[in-house]
């Protein structure tokens, strides 16, 4: 298929879905998943358009009284070139925004501060990502997040951090995300947030911390005032060993091999600033030993 045709069968796909004549499970077999995502944000953002109050009895009469008066014959558009035609202005004007996405990331042992348009306020941990449009940022407050990020949000619209795992919406608080494979871990310091996960919501109020590995929940009640880890520290909660290993992973640049076959969990805090110190720590907990050989890290029971 030419590009130009397929360009235009997007435009009439787009224009019928917006209009109800395509449902969304049939619009996921006409177009790829990528376009299909660039489609509901532009769904999305049209819904902030208005439209002016319509007089009914006053424009039929208009309508009316020009049917009725003679005039050349015009070539008459169909409806939907028209709904094409606009679909293809907002998704050029999608298009524009989506190229000036802002894309933040963190190394091994890194954390950076970062500063929203709104004063909100972001630090993010060690080999996280975070990605935003400053352009719809007046729109919608929402934002995606890959590692773990401290969050200190200025009330306002609602502001939605969304993960891989799941996401999390407040309108002022400060809160800790950390996600990856089979992990969602959330913490609410101060005012209240949404936690969806799987068509699911847990509200969390000041203290309150909830964690999900592999579909196994875990909540408690934090007694820290902030992520211990901008301080120099690591806290885990019932965590398995292969979460804390990774994140150790992240912290000092190096790769830890799991020769132990334990099944255990780990509560405690590791310093994320003496490698020396965390493995001490940690084996000595629970039981293990290490060797160190360079950047690599072998644990045995």
Same mark, same amino acid.
């Given at each position: 298929?030419? &590009?130009?045709?397929?360009? @235009?069968?997007?435009?009439?796909?787009?224009?019928?879905?917006?209009?109800?004549?395509?449902?969304?499970?049939?619009?996921?077999?006409?177009? $790829?998943? @990528?376009?299909?995502?660039?489609?509901?944000?532009?769904?999305?953002? $049209?819904?902030?358009?208005?439209?002016?109050?319509?007089?009914?009895?006053?424009?039929?009469?208009?309508?009316?009284?020009?049917? @009725?008066?003679?005039?050349?014959?015009?070539?008459?558009?169909?409806?939907?070139?028209?709904?094409?035609?606009?679909?293809?202005?907002?998704?050029?004007?999608?298009?524009?925004?989506?190229?000036?996405?802002?894309?933040?990331?963190?190394?091994?042992?890194?954390?950076?501060?970062?500063?929203?348009?709104?004063?909100?306020?972001?630090?993010?941990?060690?080999?996280?990502?975070?990605?935003?449009?400053?352009?719809?940022?007046?729109?919608?407050?929402?934002?995606?997040?890959?590692?773990?990020?401290?969050?200190?949000?200025?009330?306002?619209?609602?502001?939605?951090?969304? &993960?891989?795992?799941?996401?999390? &919406?407040?309108?002022? &608080?400060?809160?800790?995300?950390?996600?990856?494979?089979?992990?969602?871990?959330?913490?609410?310091?101060?005012?209240?947030?949404?936690?969806?996960?799987?068509?699911?919501?847990?509200?969390?109020?000041?203290?309150?911390a909830y964690q999900n590995i592999q579909n196994e929940i875990t909540t408690w009640n934090s007694k820290n005032e902030a992520p211990t880890w901008i301080n120099g520290e690591i806290s885990f909660e019932k965590t398995p060993l292969k979460i804390v290993f990774e994140s150790l992973e992240k912290q000092f640049d190096i790769s830890i091999e799991n020769k132990t076959s334990s099944n255990k969990l780990f509560t405690g805090t590791l310093s994320n600033t003496n490698?020396?110190?965390?493995?001490?720590?940690?084996?000595?907990?629970?039981?293990?030993?290490?060797?160190?050989?360079?950047?690599?890290?072998?644990?045995?029971?």
């Amino acid at each position: 298929m030419k &590009t130009e045709d397929n360009i @235009e069968n997007k435009d009439i796909f787009l224009a019928k879905w917006i209009a109800g004549e395509i449902s969304d499970s049939e619009l996921k077999k006409l177009v $790829s998943e @990528e376009d299909f995502n660039v489609f509901q944000e532009i769904k999305n953002q $049209s819904e902030h358009l208005s439209v002016p109050n319509f007089d009914t009895d006053k424009n039929f009469s208009a309508i009316k009284q020009k049917l @009725e008066t003679p005039k050349k014959k015009s070539k008459v558009i169909p409806l939907w070139m028209y709904a094409a035609a606009a679909s293809v202005v907002i998704m050029i004007s999608f298009f524009l925004f989506k190229t000036s996405s802002t894309v933040i990331q963190t190394s091994f042992g890194e954390q950076r501060i970062v500063m929203l348009a709104d004063s909100s306020e972001v630090i993010l941990n060690a080999k996280s990502k975070l990605t935003y449009q400053p352009e719809l940022w007046k729109f919608e407050r929402k934002l995606k997040l890959e590692g773990e990020g401290y969050f200190k949000v200025k009330k306002g619209s609602t502001f939605t951090v969304e &993960t891989e795992n799941g996401s999390v &919406t407040v309108l002022g &608080t400060q809160f800790d995300v950390n996600t990856s494979d089979d992990f969602f871990k959330v913490v609410c310091y101060e005012g209240k947030v949404s936690v969806k996960q799987q068509n699911k919501e847990v509200i969390l109020t000041q203290s309150d911390a909830y964690q999900n590995i592999q579909n196994e929940i875990t909540t408690w009640n934090s007694k820290n005032e902030a992520p211990t880890w901008i301080n120099g520290e690591i806290s885990f909660e019932k965590t398995p060993l292969k979460i804390v290993f990774e994140s150790l992973e992240k912290q000092f640049d190096i790769s830890i091999e799991n020769k132990t076959s334990s099944n255990k969990l780990f509560t405690g805090t590791l310093s994320n600033t003496n490698l020396e110190l965390a493995l001490q720590t940690l084996t000595s907990a629970m039981q293990l030993k290490y060797t160190i050989s360079g950047k690599n890290i072998t644990i045995t029971e």
